[in-house]
């Protein structure tokens, strides 16, 4: 994996991240499902990294899957985030990460049957993410 184009030390971040945020970025938490402020807005927009502010996702390609996240078929660009495999859990899931500081985002999960160009569905932590609203 590529290494990331911004690098800090735990405690850089932590002085970036509130606890809750640190957690689930820097430490692959997961925020409690439903809880997420961005699981059912309709607000169209860019949503960017909380830790580093890369353009991750846009609301275009937001869509409603009861799942409790905020869930995306597909990243803004194909080099936004990088994908990984992840064995916790004694599961074996596909881990996103931000490309340009390797922050934790979430999982992406395909075959699922949604109704979206890609079959794939990136089920994404609100507190990942920072809507930019379009004309803002």
């Given at each position: 994996m590529a290494r990331p184009k911004l690098q800090l030390s735990d405690d850089e971040w932590r002085k970036r991240l509130n606890p809750q945020?640190?957690?689930?970025?820097?430490?692959?938490?997961?925020?409690?499902?439903?809880?997420?402020?961005y699981t059912d807005t309709k607000t169209?927009?860019?949503?960017?990294?909380?830790?580093c502010?890369?353009?991750?996702?846009?609301?275009?390609?937001?869509f409603e899957?009861?799942?409790?996240?905020?869930?995306?078929?597909?990243?803004?660009?194909?080099?936004?985030?990088?994908?990984?495999?992840?064995?916790?859990?004694g599961t074996v899931r596909t881990e996103v990460l931000c490309a340009n500081c390797h922050s934790?985002?979430?999982?992406?999960?395909?075959?699922?049957g949604y109704p979206t160009p890609t079959d794939q569905r990136y089920c994404i932590n609100s507190i990942s993410l920072s809507l930019v609203p379009d004309n803002a």
């Open positions: 945020e640190f957690d689930v970025l820097r430490r692959a938490g997961t925020e409690r499902p439903f809880t997420g402020q169209q927009g860019i949503y960017q990294c909380r830790a502010g890369a353009e991750l996702f846009r609301s275009t390609e937001k899957s009861h799942c409790g996240w905020p869930s995306f078929y597909d990243p803004s660009s194909s080099d936004a985030v990088i994908l990984r495999p992840d064995h916790s859990f934790h985002l979430g999982h992406v999960f395909a075959g699922e």
